[in-house]
């Protein structure tokens, strides 16, 4: 099974909602990574969380981290059609190996 | 700064053939780690560089191989090509490759094996 697991897998919706995308680790977060992928292209850093509770912003977009329950999640507030694409988060291993990452949520933003 | 580029951008090869992928990290960046990324597998780690030394390395076949240079600029190689190398390979760079620390993806090179 997968280290990560994110849902929901896909995601539409109408311009100008919220919506929110979970990440959840079956192991120990030492550090929670959000990025954002358009089809076929690089990695785009959005955020990064390390501590149980923290929460950061950017713009539009809020994530969290729930250390308890090894559980992130990432809220987008009157979503636009640029936030369209691929959110995938990473988490570092404590094994030496870079990132793991999850399956990766697909939005699309209906204008 | 300049983000992280990686060269070339797309490549076609046939099975058996040997590919090399460049990566040249973010200015000041020691740490430079590699990526495949495919539909059915995800973004899977490949191994990581720092000081010209491969510090860590992912669950692949000894076919994939890389090495980083003294200015921290990494290639990756991979021989005897087979279909399912297809993917988009992704490099990734960081300042010393820590917990914690942040890295920051290149653009990808997309490869098709034929």
């Known amino acids: 099974s997968q280290e990560l697991e994110q849902s929901p897998q896909s995601l539409i919706v109408q311009e100008g909602k919220n919506l929110t995308i979970n990440c959840t680790s079956s192991?120990?977060?030492?550090?929670l990574y959000w990025y954002k992928q358009k089809y076929g292209e690089g990695l785009i850093f959005l955020m990064m969380?390390?501590?149980?509770?923290e929460e950061k912003s950017h713009e539009k977009i809020t994530a969290k981290l729930d250390e308890k329950k090894q559980q992130s999640s990432l809220h987008i507030t009157a979503s636009q059609p640029s936030h369209a694409g691929i959110y995938l988060c990473?988490?570092?291993?404590?094994?030496?190996?870079?990132?793991?990452f999850g399956t990766g949520t697909r939005l699309a933003v209906r204008p | 700064k300049a983000g992280v580029t990686q060269t070339p951008r797309y490549l076609i090869k046939t099975r058996g053939q040997q590919v090399t992928l460049s990566c040249s990290p973010i200015?000041?960046?020691?740490?430079v780690s590699w990526y495949q990324q495919t539909p059915g597998q995800g973004l899977q780690f490949l191994f990581e560089?720092?000081?010209?030394?491969?510090?860590n390395k992912g669950n692949f076949p000894g076919r994939f191989s890389g090495r980083q240079f003294s200015n921290s600029r990494s290639e990756m190689n991979v021989s005897t090509l087979e279909l399912g190398d297809s993917a988009l390979y992704l490099c990734a760079s960081s300042p010393s490759g820590h917990l914690q620390e942040t890295q920051y993806f290149g653009p990808g090179t997309r490869l098709l094996v034929l």
């Open positions: 990473g988490a570092d291993r404590s094994s030496g190996d870079k990132l793991t």
């Open positions: 560089y720092f000081s010209e030394t491969q510090r």
């Open positions: 969380l390390q501590k149980g509770g």
């Open positions: 192991k120990t977060l030492y550090g």
């Open positions: 200015s000041g960046h020691r740490s």
